[in-house]
Nanobody, 119 residues
């Protein structure tokens, strides 16, 4: 069983930056990774990016590639989502999930943290 908790959301102006954290607890398993997703009101949940816990490989959605960066701190069991050049359309609840990185199967979800980008 893995438990994840997001933090770091808030209000930021367009063009600004924000860093989200995802603290994970529990025992990592083979192929373990953490993913970031977001969901805006009235829209479907959208994949943002993910990171492999073992090797640190990352994968990003086209909409955020070049602006968002995912990193991890093994000692703290924490994954970060650094968001730069934020746009109003990035506003959403951001969720962290743990699961199988290779199969993109995400079984353990956090409650989410709100990010609002003002124009």
């Amino acid at each position: 069983q893995v438990h994840v908790v997001e933090s770091g959301g808030g209000l930021v102006q367009a063009g600004g930056s924000l860093r989200l954290s995802c603290a994970a607890s529990g025992r990592p398993f083979r192929g373990y990774g953490l993913g970031w997703f977001r969901q805006a009101p009235g829209k479907e949940r959208e994949f943002v990016g993910s990171i492999s816990w073992a090797g640190g490989s990352t994968y990003y959605a086209a909409s955020v590639k070049g602006r968002f960066t995912i990193s991890k701190d093994n000692a703290k069991n924490t994954v970060y989502l650094q968001m730069n050049s934020l746009k109003p359309e990035d506003s959403a609840v951001y969720l962290c999930a743990a699961g199988d990185y290779g199969f993109s199967r995400w079984d353990y979800w956090g409650q989410g943290t709100q990010v609002t980008v003002s124009s």
